[in-house]
T-cell receptor
Framework: AQSVTQPDIHITVSEGASLELRCNYS??????LFWYVQSPGQGLQLLLK??????LVQGIKGFEAEFKRSQSSFNLRKPSVHWSDAAEYFC??????????????FGSGTQLTVLP | DTGVSQNPRHKITKRGQNVTFRCDPI?????LYWYRQTLGQGPEFLTY????????KSRLLSDRFSAERPKGSFSTLEIQRTEQGDSAMYLC??????????????FGPGTRLTVT
């Protein structure tokens, strides 16, 4: 079964600094990978996705992520963080179970704090 | 496209009571998912509908939980005889069927359940 690990529970960065959030997955074949962001009291918003092809994918709000098969990683990056980026970030992988659900398996999340 | 909506946003109930939540997916999406998210964790898959058919259920979905999607549009999730361990955020998501849209799930704001 697939799994996702986000090693950093909490990260603090200063506004304007660069950001990298780590995600490692466990899956036998080529994974379909996603990053979602969740602000307090809000649902999950899709930031970006990887299916195949170019390993560097661009998303909304200036985020990008790089798929590295050799490291089983899909890290999220942003060159300059804004105060509004403070939120919880979740990495997820699609499950290809025997059924047709294609449900997402999520990591436990990384809480991002942005200092002024 | 009005997005996925969920009602109520918050529910406080006493242990042993029954509660029902509603989810209205994006109108052209025929795939619908329910997830549960507890504090400090990522969402966990509960169940999946394709149109009105409930095709998969997680082992997390105990006998006290039931979900329906009677006309293939909105869905309800009912919890009978609530327990304190049921306290969580219940998230609904929907996606298209066919192609890569199948894997892009769009989430509602969630219903936060507190069992006292």
């Amino acid at each position: 079964a697939q799994s996702v690990t986000q090693p950093d529970i909490h990260i603090t960065v200063s506004e304007g600094a660069s950001l990298e959030l780590r995600c490692n997955y466990s899956y036998g074949a080529t994974p379909y990978l996603f990053w979602y962001v969740q602000s307090p009291g809000q649902g999950l918003q899709l930031l970006l996705k990887y299916f195949s092809g170019d390993t560097l994918v661009q998303g909304i709000k200036g985020f990008e992520a790089e798929f590295k098969r050799s490291q089983s990683s899909f890290n999220l990056r942003k060159p300059s963080v804004h105060w509004s980026d403070a939120a919880e970030y979740f990495c997820a992988v699609v499950g290809f179970s025997s059924g047709s659900a294609r449900q997402l398996t999520f990591g436990s999340g990384t809480q991002l704090t942005v200092l002024p | 496209d009005t997005g996925v909506s969920q009602n109520p946003r918050h529910k406080i109930t006493k242990r042993g009571q029954n509660v029902t939540f509603r989810c209205d997916p994006i109108s052209e999406h025929n795939r619908l998912y329910w997830y549960r998210q507890t504090l400090g964790q990522g969402p966990e898959f509960l169940t999946y509908f394709q149109n009105e058919a409930q095709l998969e259920k997680s082992r997390l979905l105990s006998d006290r939980f039931s979900a329906e999607r009677p006309k293939g549009s909105f869905s309800t999730l009912e919890i009978q005889r609530t327990e304190q361990g049921d306290s969580a955020m219940y998230l609904c998501a929907s996606s298209q069927s066919g192609g890569r849209g199948t894997y892009e799930q769009y989430f509602g704001p969630g219903t936060r359940l507190t069992v006292t």
